[in-house]
């Protein structure tokens, strides 16, 4: 079996970037659509080249790359739901969140921070950071210390 090198491969990416520039410059040349005279339609028709070519280049340079779903068919890939995730997808980042979530809480030290707090108010703080630190989760937990925290050391 012959293995194709990278320089024997279409570029697929180049590919992608004409037929997406190709999209736009066609809904760009709907909406100029009129009566127009020669002259006009010379300059349009200049303009539309122009355009479509800045808008490949772009899209090359950048990466930018639209995979639709009879793309990602054609290759074997699995398909995508309404908001653009497929299930390992959805699983991979759900596995993530739920790893943050259930990791302990790095320590903090609270009592330098209760210093700067008025005697009469520390109370109310520690209830509050153990609201927090009993009603929530992980990484969320920690997000909402790190927020209120801040707040005291502002205040």
Same mark, same amino acid.
């Given at each position: 079996? +012959?293995? @194709?090198?990278?320089? %024997?491969?279409?570029?697929?990416?180049?590919?992608? *970037?004409?037929?997406? $520039? $190709?999209?736009?410059?066609? *809904?760009?040349? +709907?909406?100029?659509?009129?009566? &127009?005279?020669?002259?006009?339609?010379?300059? !349009?028709? #200049?303009?539309? &080249?122009?355009?479509?070519?800045?808008?490949?280049?772009?899209? @090359?340079?950048?990466?930018? !790359?639209?995979?639709? %779903? /009879?793309?990602?068919?054609?290759? =074997?890939?699995?398909?995508? %739901? #309404? +908001? =653009?995730?497929?299930? !390992?997808?959805?699983?991979? /980042?759900?596995?993530?969140?739920?790893?943050?979530?259930?990791?302990?809480?790095?320590?903090?030290?609270?009592?330098?921070?209760? @210093?700067?707090?008025?005697?009469?108010?520390?109370?109310?703080?520690? +209830? $509050?950071?153990? /609201?927090?630190?009993?009603?929530?989760?992980? *990484? /969320? &937990?920690? =997000?909402?210390?790190? *927020?209120?925290?801040?707040?005291?050391?502002? =205040?």
């Amino acid at each position: 079996m +012959k293995t @194709t090198s990278i320089m %024997d491969r279409q570029d697929r990416r180049q590919l992608r *970037a004409r037929s997406v $520039a $190709a999209a736009i410059v066609q *809904a760009i040349d +709907k909406l100029l659509q009129r009566d &127009r005279d020669l002259d006009l339609l010379a300059k !349009e028709t #200049q303009l539309l &080249r122009a355009i479509d070519e800045a808008v490949t280049n772009l899209l @090359t340079e950048k990466g930018i !790359e639209v995979m639709t %779903d /009879y793309h990602r068919s054609e290759i =074997g890939l699995p398909p995508r %739901d #309404q +908001k =653009g995730w497929t299930v !390992e997808e959805i699983l991979a /980042y759900e596995r993530m969140m739920l790893e943050r979530m259930t990791q302990p809480m790095a320590p903090m030290i609270l009592s330098c921070i209760l @210093t700067n707090i008025p005697p009469d108010e520390r109370n109310e703080v520690r +209830k $509050a950071l153990d /609201y927090i630190v009993t009603h929530f989760p992980g *990484a /969320y &937990r920690e =997000g909402l210390l790190r *927020a209120f925290l801040g707040r005291l050391g502002e =205040g």
